[in-house]
C-alpha cells in the first residue's frame, strides 16, 4: 500500500513548471476553450476528462492539426467499443510527421545508431525525399489506400522511411522484429495479408551477424498475398534476383503526395504478444494515433524541437511506433539497432550519451539490471543533457527509482510509463509538472479516464482495483483484423464490465493521485483474500543479489487450496542452499506478508518470455494446471520455448 505522506524523490523547479508545454498549454486552453487556470496538473486532468470534447478540440488546434476536410463534431459516438472521432475530417499522419523539414529542412530527424555506438544522421530534408521517392514508387506497385505493407526490420532509417511513405498513400503498416522467427511473423503477416515486404537479409546483434535470407524465403512462399518484395542489404548480400532494391525505390527527388484520409482510417496493425493462441491484431488509426501522440509526446514527455528522443525498442514492439510519433513534434528521434547490453551492460548509456539524448526511455528490466550489475551511468557517461529517465515494459521497482536518483542525477525526471500496445500510448506515467514518489507513476494521462474499480465496479483509491478506463481514448482500436462481428474485440476488453475498458492490470490511485501498478490482474496471486501483484513478489526478491529473475504462480486446487510456487533463475555460482531459501521466506514474509510465502521455491534453468521480454505467467500457469503445451500457449511468442518444457514436466510429475 502507498505511504500515506511520503516525500517526494524529485520535484520540478518552478522555472521549469513554467517552461513546460503543459504549462502553456493550459494557460492557453483557459483562455481558449474554458480550462481551469489554477491548480495546475490535477485540475487540467479533471476537465480534460470531464470535458472530453473540448480538450480533444483544444489538442487539434494547439498542435495545429491540419484537417483537409473539417469534422462535423469531436465525439460522434462515444460508446465502448465503437467510439467514433473527429467523423468527417481527413488528413494525413505522414504530413504531420515531416512538417519540420519545411522550417528546419537540414537538421538532424533521425540519429541512427549501431552496436559500434556511432551516431548517424538523416536530416528532415532528407527523410522527406525518401519518403516522397518511396511514396511514388508504392503507388506505381499498386498500392491503394487501405492495402497493407509489412516490414521485416530492425530498428533503422529505413523502417521509418517505409512506415511514413506507407502512411502518405493511405497504406496500412504493420512489422515485426527480424529476430522473430518465420513461423511467429507469419502468425502476425498471415492475418493480414501484406502486398508489399520490406526486409532485411540479416542483422547485426551483440556483435554477430545473423543471416535471414532463409527465413525471408520461407516469409514469401507463405505470403501468396505479395506483390512484391524490397531488398535492403544490411550484410551487403545480392538480392534475389525478383526483388527489388531499397536504392533504386528511393532515389528519386520527389515531394511526398499524402493521401488525405478519413479520421479512422487505418494508420497501423499492432499485436499482442499472443502467448495464449494468435497474437491479435490490433488497427489503430491515423487520427487517433496522430492526436494521441502529439498529446502524450508533446504535453506529457514535454518534447519539442530541441530535444532528442531515445528509446530502447525494435520494430516489434508499440515503442518503436510510438518513437516514431517524436517526429510530430519536430524531435530528432534516435534509432538504436543492437543489444541493449553489448559490449557491455551500459551500452545504452553510452548511446544516450553519444547522442545528446534528452530524454531516454528503456525497460525496467534494463534498469535492475544496470543496478545489478553495478553500473555507474553518471561516473561513466556525460548524460549532462539528459533531462528524463522513463521506463516501461514492467513496473519500476522503488530500488529502480532509487537507483536512477543515486546513480544518474539528484534532480533526474523518472518516468514509469504504463500503457499498452491495445493503445499504442500510456494511461499514466510522466508529467513534467508533477512530483515523483518513489515507485508510483506521476499521474493518469490527460483525457484518460483512468479508474480502479473492485469486481463489482465500485471506485477504489488507495486499494488494489482492475485498471479501468471509462471514457474513450483517440487510439483505442477502431477494430481487430478478421473480427466481422468484432466479438473478439469486445471479448478483450468489454466483457467484464460493459462499455468500460478493462486492461487486465491491478493497479492502486493514490489518494495523491498518483498510480501504483502491481502487475496483471489474470496472474494475481489471491491468497486468503488478499490480492497482490507479482510484480510486487518480484521486487522483494530480485533484491538478493543470488536470484538473478524469478517468477511467480498461483494455483487453485481442485480442493479448494490454494498452490503457490516461485520458480528462481539463480545468479552463475548462487545455489539454492537451506540459507538462500530462508532468505527468500523470510524478505517475502517481512516486506510483503506471511500470505505470500511461496508454498515451495523451485530453481529452474530460466524464466520464458514474450518476445517482446514480458515473463510469461498465464502460460506456466495453464501448464502446471495440466494444460497441454500446444493449447496452453502459442510456440512462436515465446523467446526460449525450451524452457518450458521444465514446467511441462513438473507438471506431469505433480499430476
Known amino acids: 500500500m502507498p505511504t500515506v505522506n511520503p516525500q517526494p524523490l524529485w520535484q520540478p523547479d518552478p522555472g521549469r513548471i513554467a517552461r513546460a508545454q503543459v504549462t502553456t498549454f493550459q494557460t492557453w486552453a483557459a483562455e481558449h476553450h474554458g480550462a481551469p487556470s489554477e491548480g495546475g496538473y490535477p485540475t487540467l486532468h479533471r476537465w480534460s476528462v470531464d470535458e472530453l470534447e473540448t480538450f480533444w478540440r483544444a489538442v487539434t488546434e494547439w498542435f495545429d492539426v491540419r484537417f483537409s476536410t ?61 519518403v516522397g521517392s518511396l511514396a511514388a514508387e508504392l503507388r506505381a506497385l499498386g498500392v491503394r489506400p487501405g492495402d497493407r505493407v509489412s516490414g521485416y526490420l530492425p530498428n533503422i532509417p529505413e523502417a521509418v522511411v517505409a512506415l511514413l511513405a506507407t502512411a502518405a498513400v493511405g497504406g496500412v503498416w504493420t512489422s515485426c522484429a527480424p529476430d522473430f522467427g518465420a513461423r511467429s511473423v507469419l502468425d502476425r503477416f498471415q492475418q493480414v495479408e501484406p502486398v508489399v515486404l520490406f526486409t532485411v537479409d540479416g542483422y547485426r546483434y551483440g556483435g554477430k551477424e545473423h543471416d535471414r535470407r532463409e527465413t525471408v524465403a520461407e516469409l514469401r512462399r507463405e505470403l501468396p498475398t505479395l506483390r512484391a518484395v524490397v531488398h535492403i542489404p544490411i550484410l551487403g548480400t545480392e538480392a534475389p534476383e525478383d526483388a527489388l532494391e531499397w536504392s533504386a525505390l528511393t532515389a528519386a527527388d520527389e515531394e511526398p ?116 550489475a553495478g553500473v555507474h551511468p553518471s561516473r561513466d557517461f556525460d548524460l549532462s543533457r539528459v533531462q528524463c529517465v522513463a521506463t516501461t515494459g514492467s513496473p519500476l521497482p522503488p530500488d529502480g527509482f532509487r537507483w536512477l536518483h543515486d546513480e544518474v542525477r539528484d534532480d533526474l525526471w523518472i518516468a514509469s510509463v504504463s500503457g499498452g500496445t491495445d493503445v499504442c500510448s500510456c494511461f499514466a506515467g510522466a508529467v513534467p509538472t508533477l512530483p515523483v514518489y518513489t515507485g508510483e507513476l506521476q499521474a493518469p494521462g490527460l483525457g484518460t479516464d483512468l ?190 520455448l525450451g524452457l518450458l518444457h521444465f514446467y511441462e514436466d513438473l507438471a506431469r510429475k505433480r499430476g
Open 451 to 640: 479508474r480502479s474499480w473492485d469486481p463489482s465496479g465500485k471506485p477504489l483509491v488507495d486499494e488494489v482495483g482492475e485498471l479501468v478506463v471509462t471514457n474513450p481514448m483517440p487510439s483505442m482500436p477502431i477494430h481487430f483484423w478478421n473480427d466481422p462481428d468484432g466479438s473478439r474485440y469486445h471479448d478483450s476488453y468489454f466483457d467484464t464490465y460493459p462499455g468500460v475498458w478493462r486492461h487486465g492490470d491491478w493497479i492502486t490511485l493514490t489518494s495523491r493521485g498518483s498510480v501504483v501498478i502491481h502487475g496483471r490482474s489474470d496472474s494475481t496471486l489471491n491468497r486468503q483474500g488478499v490480492r497482490m501483484g507479482s510484480a510486487d513478489i518480484y521486487e522483494a526478491v530480485e533484491r538478493l543479489p543470488e536470484i538473478k529473475e524469478s517468477l511467480v504462480i498461483g494455483i487453485e486446487q481442485p480442493d479448494g487450496g490454494y498452490w503457490m510456487p516461485l520458480f528462481v533463475h539463480l545468479a552463475p555460482g548462487a545455489a539454492l542452499d537451506e540459507t538462500l531459501l530462508k532468505r527468500i521466506k523470510q524478505t517475502i514474509r517481512e516486506q510483503l506478508s506471511p500470505r505470500h510465502v511461496p508454498d515451495e521455491v523451485i530453481e529452474v534453468p530460466g524464466i520464458p518470455h514474450t518476445l517482446t521480454g514480458k515473463r510469461i505467467e498465464v502460460p506456466v500457469k495453464r501448464l502446471l494446471q495440466g494444460t497441454p503445451l500446444e493449447k496452453a500457449v502459442n510456440p512462436g511468442s515465446i523467446d526460449n
Open 257 to 372: 503526395d499524402f493521401a488525405q484520409v478519413p479520421f479512422d482510417h487505418p494508420l497501423w496493425v499492432l499485436y499482442s504478444s499472443g502467448t495464449t493462441g494468435l497474437p491479435k491484431a490490433i488497427v489503430q488509426s491515423q487520427g487517433g494515433i496522430l492526436i494521441e501522440h502529439l498529446k502524450q509526446l508533446g504535453l506529457h514527455c514535454d518534447l519539442g524541437p530541441e530535444d532528442r528522443f531515445f528509446w530502447y525498442t525494435s520494430t516489434g514492439w508499440m515503442m518503436w511506433n510510438f518513437l516514431v510519433s517524436g517526429l510530430l513534434t519536430g524531435t530528432t528521434i534516435v534509432l538504436y539497432d543492437g543489444s541493449p547490453g553489448y559490449p557491455d551492460t551500459g551500452a545504452q548509456w553510452r548511446v544516450a550519451e553519444r547522442t545528446g539524448a534528452t530524454f531516454y526511455g528503456t525497460s525496467a528490466a534494463y534498469v535492475m539490471a544496470c543496478r545489478k
Open 70 to 130: 473539417p469534422y462535423a463534431r469531436v465525439l460522434g459516438d462515444r460508446a465502448m467499443p465503437g467510439a467514433q472521432w473527429f467523423p468527417g475530417a481527413t488528413l494525413n499522419y505522414a504530413e504531420h510527421a515531416l512538417r519540420a523539414a519545411a522550417t528546419r529542412p537540414d537538421e538532424p530527424a533521425l540519429l541512427h545508431v549501431d552496436e559500434t555506438h556511432d551516431p548517424h544522421p538523416m536530416t528532415w530534408a532528407e527523410l522527406r525525399r525518401q
